[in-house]
């Protein structure tokens, strides 16, 4: 019986054998690969997430306990599931409060609700007012919680598409241009933190020291231009 030859190969690795382990983890990794896939876009490569979810595996093999009739795949699950998340927290390029996430789910929440309600997508005034605060805290939690967007990103869903990076490379191309007046459309303050970062490579604490500001600003205020970069390109 497959449940019962499994349970065999997990004793034999508890007890140190390496090749009963291996044929675990070789048997295992499509279940690896179907939860990695899960938080790809999530900041890690899927290659790493893979890794990182093979580590998790190893963690239900010695764990798991023998005297209980659970089957081992359920038992790996959020084994896996939880070693990924820890590690996306742990590489996280900004720490969001549990307070903003919560605010974060309750405006989106809102926003479906009104958008019913409205037969329209609501503006951030009427979310806001809904939940009885400010505009400007609902827009620092919406984007606090908003995927990070990089130079690296691809510029469409082409496989062959280019990056923001590669245009800023190419100074000569057609692209370059349009970045030139993608980048002339900022306000003074947004174009001198692009400068800052990409063209002086500066950190964004080093930024965040020139203007002022805390780096969870800078990286905020960061990703939105990126993100409006991108859609003007």
């Not at 005297?67 to 084994?79: G, L, M, R, W």
């Not at 063209?199 to 080093?206: H, L």
């Not at 020139?210 to 990703?223: C, D, K, V, Y």
Request: hydrophobic share 40%.
């Amino acid at each position: 019986m497959e449940m019962e030859r499994t349970r065999n190969l997990i004793a034999r690795s508890q007890q140190g054998d390496l090749a009963a382990r291996s044929r675990l983890v070789e048997e295992n990794l499509p279940l690896v690969h179907s939860i990695a896939r899960r938080f790809i876009d999530r900041g890690l490569e899927f290659e790493d997430l893979v890794q990182i979810g093979c580590v998790g595996l190893l963690k239900a093999i010695q764990d798991f306990d023998l005297d209980f009739p659970v089957k081992f795949s359920t038992f790996a699950v959020p084994k896996i599931m939880g070693e990924i998340k820890q590690q996306l927290r742990q590489s996280a390029p900004l720490k969001v409060t549990r307070s903003l996430r919560r605010l974060a789910g309750e405006a989106l929440q809102a926003k479906d609700t009104l958008a019913q309600a409205l037969g329209r997508s609501p503006t951030i005034a009427e979310i806001a007012a809904e939940l009885n605060t400010s505009p400007e805290e609902v827009v620092c939690a919406l984007e606090a919680v908003a995927p990070v967007q990089s130079l690296q990103s691809k510029l469409d869903s082409d496989d062959e598409a280019r990056t923001l990076e590669d245009v800023l490379s190419a100074p000569d191309s057609h692209e370059h241009f349009l970045l030139r007046n993608a980048l002339a459309s900022l306000d003074p303050e947004e174009r001198r933190l692009i400068i800052l970062r990409y063209f002086a490579e500066k950190s964004q604490s080093q930024v965040a020291e020139e203007f002022g500001m805390s780096q969870a600003q800078i990286s905020r205020m960061e990703a939105r231009i990126i993100r409006q970069l991108r859609h003007d390109l």
